[in-house]
């Protein structure tokens, strides 16, 4: 998507690279949305670096970043021991990072058999295979749920904005482009379709205040960013339209495991009549599990998260600052589980469906047996 | 209630007051909870300013001060002239208040036909006289509390804590002492029954995160912040056995408004069968209104609470940082309305009754005419 007028992928082969082969440009999301720095990785120690220091996050962009880290090692020297060396220091950035681990795995798979002159070649064929894949996803993700933002338009006969909420970020920083939630309100946006966003915060890392707000920003896209507390009340008085999320995992049975305050939004999005989708990439349903909130382990972070944040001064400099009293505990669970009875439905990239075990397998009849 | 092992109320006559006359402290809640700092009120000016810039916040501490602004001011001269003076500048200070205008007409109405001479005396002792029924009202609905905490507790065969959840700040600071919704708390606390509060946090200004969490951990009652997106989540499971807020507007037919963010925790209460009460004085309910969605105005705050937050550095010092990106718009409503089907009870001076028109007139007779 666009930043200052420019298009951007979240990861790209640098301008001088050579026959497909060559350096590779991240953008350091750390230092959004107080700055724009793109970064130039040479060799797999700065793709790990890129990782581990989460210039890059979202489960997509950090599998095509290892992708990309695997082939800079090659590049540099093609051998067995390197490229065995290579997948252990990617693996090791983020050990729980599963589509890291199967980027890295794919790629290993690819290249064991392959002649060490051929190496570098066909690892940086497949990472770019891997970001194209992504775009495509997420291309139709949004095509998808570009559908659901023009019936409410022209539900509403054309004449006024189509109010969209969203939680968190599920932009095309986390991915390569479009990104998931973010996908059907871009393309609403380039069709000409007038949207606005409210823009949840997403304490206690505020995603939202500082990525997503920064992306629509970017790209032209109305929007506003208010706290977590608000979308409630903006629901009650008309003002909320739709309201799409991403997800980390959704169940078999469309339990949506989602950044932590995604419940209370599906709950009031389901005590106002507003209809509340998640959107997702197939792969991230887990069809191994069906109740979210018995079988979803919650991951508890640090809660230095919630005590501290940084901002940025009025003098330009970024600073952390504390919060709370020095003496106060802290709990910081990361996500939450919204039941499928408060999911109107389910945005993938092979169209839309309810959010149930029938509506699930409709869309994916191979998983049926599984 | 205490800070530091001593006992405090919000406002207090000076220690070297000779009969019942002279300067008033105060805390400067506008440096919580990074520093405690009483301030010392000498002048019907200092007693402006207190309000004005914050340093007392809260409804009816906001009219105690209002109270003692006058005998300070008749304190120095009790004249007409300056009765009235000192009157004009207190209801100056926040012009929508409403406890500061009834307090400054009370001591009006009382103080115009008095002789000069007796006008400070009389004063100080109405100051006093409010102070004391904000305490008693504050008591009275804490021991009805106490009594829901109690047989939460015995409920669960007294074998383990009684789990909380509050939002913003209905404590004992925005009183005269004990305040409304964490009175109850502080009764069990004091009674011996074991309680632990999770502490919303209340973007955007944070009321809970800064002056809950420091009521409580002076006051030594264990508690827990969380952000305002966590409370669902532990309700889901099984993590808190009690909501408690307070209220700035009741209607007659028990509708509830207070800080935003409050619906939404009212709504996962009722989701998870979590009992969900709200803590008033009688005279905060508004008998003339029953519809508190359709016709309470919700105020419209500046972007800037949502855009920036203080805080501490690890230097210690206090510093202002923004969140968001420059260019992106902001919006802050400051209250949601949380409708009486969504309400357990309501805890009142008088007792605790069903959030409802019928509810509320058994408790409140005297109205039933109006």
């Given at each position: 998507m666009k930043v200052g007028g420019r298009a951007y992928r979240s990861i790209w082969l640098a301008e001088d690279a050579k026959d497909g082969i060559g350096a590779v440009e991240i953008i350091?999301?750390?230092?959004l949305p107080h700055g724009f720095v793109t970064r130039r990785l040479e060799t797999l120690e700065e793709a790990a670096t890129a990782i581990r220091e989460m210039w890059v996050r979202g489960a997509p962009l950090i599998g095509a970043t290892a992708a990309y880290g695997l082939a800079l090692a090659l590049r540099a020297d093609p051998s067995d021991a390197n490229l065995e060396r290579a997948a252990e220091v990617l693996i090791a950035?983020?050990?729980?990072?599963v589509n890291l681990r199967w980027a890295v795995e794919d790629l290993l798979a690819r290249l064991r058999p392959a002649a060490a002159g051929a190496r570098a070649g066909l690892a940086y064929a497949r990472a770019a295979e891997i970001c194209d894949q992504d775009v495509a996803i997420n291309r139709s993700i949004g095509g998808h749920g570009l559908g659901l933002i023009r019936a409410a338009w022209e539900d509403g006969g054309r004449a006024r904005p189509v109010n969209l909420l969203t939680h968190c970020n599920a932009g095309w920083l986390a991915t390569v482009d479009w990104g998931t939630a973010l996908s059907p309100i871009f393309q609403a946006h380039d069709a000409g379709i007038p949207v606005h966003v409210w823009v949840d915060e997403t304490r206690p890392r505020n995603q939202g205040a500082s990525l997503t707000a920064w992306e629509l920003g970017q790209h032209g896209v109305a929007h506003t960013v208010i706290v977590d507390n608000a979308g409630g009340h903006l629901m009650q008085h008309g003002r909320v339209d739709l309201c799409i999320t991403g997800t980390d995992r959704t169940t078999a049975a469309g339990d949506v495991c989602n950044k932590i305050g995604t419940y209370l939004k599906a709950l009031a999005a389901f005590d106002n009549d507003v209809p509340f989708y998640v959107a997702l990439p197939g792969?991230?349903?887990?069809?191994?599990?069906?109740?979210g909130l018995a079988e979803i382990p919650i991951e508890e972070r640090p809660g230095a998260e919630v005590a501290e944040i940084a901002g940025v001064t009025a003098a330009g400099a970024v600073t952390r600052v504390r919060l709370i009293p020095e003496a106060s505990p802290v709990a910081n669970p990361a996500f939450d589980v919204t039941p499928a009875?408060?999911?109107t439905g389910l945005i993938t990239e092979r169209g839309i469906c309810p959010a149930s075990r029938e509506g699930l397998r409709a869309l994916y009849p191979e998983r049926h047996n599984q």
């Open positions: 350091d999301q750390t230092r950035t983020r050990p729980t990072a792969p991230t349903i887990d069809w191994s599990i069906e109740d009875r408060l999911v």
